[in-house]
């Protein structure tokens, strides 16, 4: 596609319910980054990919939290047992380049998470 | 802690005047800073970088300036023009990661 397509734009969870949040990033990009926006926040990392290899994963808030990428295109980002701060919205982005120094990032339009 | 702080959350110019969107840091070990702009529903697009080498970059109506003994760096907008509304952030490379600030959101006043 153009650009990055997350899916779905809106989800909405009962606190409990596990969700997954898709990103297709743009083809042949190395990097994918996941962050997490809070109301009125700026956006926060949470996790980068190099191709397939998630090499930093500092930014994940709990063991709730996981996201694969096993073909080096598309990723998941996962969260078990939803809780209510986990409420947000879900940016993707991903780059030509690899490194987690990444200027140019191109991001998707995010899937806002509300849990209930 | 905020280590990359925008401390106006708004800001309204008329358009045709200058907009300056404001950014401060705690952080030393940044050492490159980029500007992201937002609109609605959408995600945030780059828009205008420097590396701490440099104090001033240009790029066409947008130019960002870096004052780094003062852990402080603007964007101007000149002319602003109505396509310019939207969210800036500000943001700042260190230990290899992006940290954002909170944004600041711009309207332009026709």
């Known amino acids: 596609g153009a650009g990055v397509s997350q899916s779905p734009r809106y989800k909405v969870a009962k606190r409990g319910q596990d969700v997954a949040l898709r990103c297709d990033p743009i083809s042949g990009h190395v990097s994918l980054f996941w962050y997490q926006q809070a109301l009125g926040q700026g956006p926060e990392f949470l996790t980068y990919f190099q191709n397939e290899a998630q090499l930093d994963k500092s930014g994940l808030p709990s063991d709730r939290f996981f996201a694969e990428r096993p073909e080096g295109s598309v990723s998941t980002l996962k969260i078990q047992r939803t809780q209510q701060e986990d409420s947000a919205v879900y940016l993707c982005?991903?780059?030509?380049?690899?490194?987690?120094?990444?200027?140019?990032?191109?991001f998707g339009s995010g899937t806002q998470l509300s849990v209930l | 802690d905020q280590q990359v702080k925008q401390n106006s959350p708004s800001l309204s110019v008329q358009e045709g005047r200058i907009s300056i969107l404001n950014c401060d840091y705690t952080n030393s070990m940044f050492d490159y800073f980029l500007w992201y702009k937002k609109y609605p529903a959408e995600g945030p697009t780059f828009l205008i970088s420097?590396?701490?080498?440099?104090d001033k970059n240009e790029d066409g109506r947008f130019t960002v300036f870096l004052n780094k003994s003062a852990k402080h760096l603007s964007l101007h907008i000149v002319p602003s023009q109505p396509g310019d509304s939207a969210v800036y952030f500000c943001?700042?490379?260190?230990?290899?990661?992006?940290?954002f600030g909170t944004g600041t959101r711009l309207t332009i006043i026709p």
């Open positions: 982005a991903s780059s030509s380049t690899g490194g987690a120094r990444s200027e140019k990032l191109f």
């Open positions: 420097i590396s701490s080498i440099k």
């Open positions: 943001a700042a490379f260190g230990n290899e990661k992006l940290t």
